[in-house]
């Protein structure tokens, strides 16, 4: 048994501040101006739902898939980019690449009267959906 409880220290030591954090950015900076790159990722992601809401969800699509490729972009030219870092750098960037291509390209597909038609998907839906 043990007479003492493990207690976690008040202050870790050797770790950096959160980039948004006013330890990371001049004290003089408010909070919403340390955030802008996030906020203007999801600003373009909204617009993008409203256009799928009021218009054609391919268009709005495209869009949110653009806001998806825009925060890949600040988060890879951007030294400070507040809440948009989640993991390294190059683990954020391929991950919004990732899911802004499958947005784009899964719009593109998109029955009826697809903009693009690559066979090789096709062939997948049929094999998918054949019963045997």
Not at 4 to 23: D, I, K, L
Not at 38 to 58: K, P
Request: proline share 7%; aromatic share 8%; glycine share 10%.
């Amino acid at each position: 048994m043990r007479d003492r409880a493990r207690r976690r220290p008040v202050r870790s030591a050797g770790t950096n501040p959160p980039q948004g954090s006013r330890a990371a950015m001049d004290r003089e900076h408010p909070l919403p101006f340390r955030q802008w790159p996030i906020t203007l990722v999801l600003a373009v992601v909204g617009i993008g739902l409203l256009v799928t809401y009021a218009d054609d969800f391919r268009y709005g699509l495209l869009v949110i898939g653009a806001g998806f490729g825009l925060g890949a972009a600040l988060r890879l030219l951007l030294p400070e980019v507040g809440l948009l870092a989640v993991r390294s750098r190059f683990t954020d960037v391929l991950v919004l690449l990732f899911f802004g291509t499958v947005i784009v390209l899964l719009a593109l597909l998109a029955q009826p009267d697809q903009w693009v038609h690559l066979p090789s998907i096709e062939y997948i839906g049929k094999v998918i959906g054949r019963r045997d």
